[in-house]
């Protein structure tokens, strides 16, 4: 995030509304624009009409945020500056991970992804994946540079399946601290 980063004109897209990315986007939602975006049409109608079949978030939780939208548009992401990955990463037959699903999230990022923008990967990966596998395919799609033009932050997921506790985000510093790791000083 650039050092005049306003969390006043903060834009969020959280990209993978699986049992990490609704809690999160639900949770943000109740605070700042939120676009919650999943590839899966099905899942995007089915927020919509209040319904969450993981049972993550209560049907009164999806009814009562007010600034949470769902899209399975990319496109609906454009005006956002900070993005947050929750895709799965499954594992292989082999006990490899499938990193097609970030792989295929990096590459709908960068397509959108602008001068000044974060990106935060909260999915599981490997030691080394983001820098090695997934900024190169924000930068190919965005043709902005790491570090100059937009900045990127991990951070591993905080939610269990099945645990409704919410950690509060009552002051957003969680993420200010994440992304500032990846900040030249």
Do not use: W
């Amino acid at each position: 995030m650039t050092p005049d980063f306003d969390l006043r004109r903060v834009r969020i897209a959280v990209i993978g509304l699986g049992y990490v990315g609704l809690p999160l986007a639900v949770e943000l939602g109740n605070r700042y624009p939120t676009v919650g975006f999943d590839i899966n049409a099905g899942r995007i109608a089915e927020l919509r009409a209040g319904r969450d079949r993981s049972l993550e978030v209560e049907p009164r939780e999806l009814r009562a945020v007010t600034r949470l939208t769902y899209t399975d548009s990319a496109d609906d992401m454009a005006d956002c500056n900070l993005f947050i990955v929750t895709v799965p990463t499954p594992v292989n037959a082999h006990k490899q991970p499938d990193l097609r699903p970030l792989k295929t999230a990096s590459r709908t990022l960068g397509a959108v992804l602008k001068a000044g923008d974060t990106v935060v990967y909260e999915s599981t990966v490997y030691p080394g994946a983001t820098e090695e596998v997934y900024v190169p395919l924000l930068e190919q799609g965005s043709g902005l540079e790491l570090n100059r033009d937009f900045f990127v932050g991990y951070s591993p997921e905080r939610i269990n399946p099945g645990d409704k506790r919410v950690v509060p985000l009552d002051n957003f510093m969680i993420y200010k601290d994440i992304i500032r790791l990846d900040r030249p000083d």
